[in-house]
């Protein structure tokens, strides 16, 4: 069981817009640290989507953004390609500084 | 650019010690603000941090896996190791090694994340 919550599944037509949401706590989200998105194409090890709830690293297509609400964040596609289908996952850290994962949310493209 | 590459046996007898290894090119495990992380993933299911091992050789480890876990150093090798003990099939993952990195952000580099990883490596608990 994970501490941050994401649903399993999510899904869209080529061109829709999906989102993703990232549920915590007061104590990792809420307590106001960042949370980072990554991308899992299967069989390969996951890729830096978004850092600091809305920035990306260079190379990351911009219709990838993020945002934060309270004990909650959510990661944004809008434009959805083929090439999106993958694994998306959460990630966030604790008072303790460790490193906590959501539990990855699969992304189908109709 | 720096890279990581695991390794270690594929396959590890119930209640042994799984040992791997990381082995990190283009940059120094003893330079800068890193942190250098043990993460799995067992087979269709999500990720989970396994711990980390910083620059100077301080560690921090996931509460719930602490009792059965080393994570150590060997600079003149730049290596990093993990050590699991008492293993059982739910340790059964691919494993993966990732460098965190600092990154600038409302005028501290006190924020961090995973931009480098390794490919993983497949480790198998069975007699």
């Known amino acids: 069981q994970s501490v941050l919550t994401q649903p399993p599944s999510v899904s869209g037509a080529p061109g829709q817009r999906v989102t993703i949401s990232c549920t915590g706590n007061?104590?990792?989200?809420?307590?106001?640290?960042?949370v980072l998105w990554y991308q899992q194409v299967p069989g390969t090890a996951p890729k830096l989507l978004i850092y600091?709830?809305?920035n990306r690293p260079s190379g990351v297509p911009d219709r990838f953004s993020g945002s934060k609400s309270g004990t909650s964040a959510s990661l944004a596609i809008t434009g959805l390609q083929a090439e999106d289908e993958a694994d998306y996952y959460c990630?966030?850290?604790?008072?303790?500084?460790?490193?906590?994962f959501g539990g990855g949310t699969k992304v189908t493209v109709l | 650019q720096v890279q990581l590459q695991e390794s270690g046996p594929g396959l590890v007898k119930p209640s042994e010690t799984l040992s791997l290894t990381c082995t990190v090119s283009?940059?120094?495990?003893?330079?800068?603000?890193?942190?250098w992380n043990w993460i799995r993933q067992p087979a269709g299911k999500g990720l989970e941090w396994i711990g980390r091992?910083?620059?100077?050789?301080?560690?921090k480890y996931n509460p719930s896996l602490k009792s059965r876990v080393t994570i150590s150093g060997d600079t003149s090798k730049n290596k990093f190791s993990l050590k699991l003990n008492s293993v059982t099939a739910a340790d059964t993952a691919v494993y993966y090694c990732?460098?965190?990195?600092?990154?600038?952000?409302?005028?501290?580099?006190?924020?961090?994340?995973?931009?480098?990883w390794g490919k993983g490596t497949t480790v198998t608990v069975s007699s």
């Open positions: 007061s104590s990792n989200i809420g307590a106001g640290f960042h």
């Open positions: 600091a709830y809305n």
């Open positions: 283009g940059g120094s495990i003893n330079s800068g603000s890193y942190y």
């Open positions: 091992i910083y620059s100077s050789g301080d560690t």
């Open positions: 990630q966030s850290f604790d008072s303790g500084s460790s490193v906590l």
């Open positions: 990732a460098r965190e990195s600092p990154y600038f952000w409302g005028g501290y580099w006190d924020n961090y994340y995973l931009d480098v």
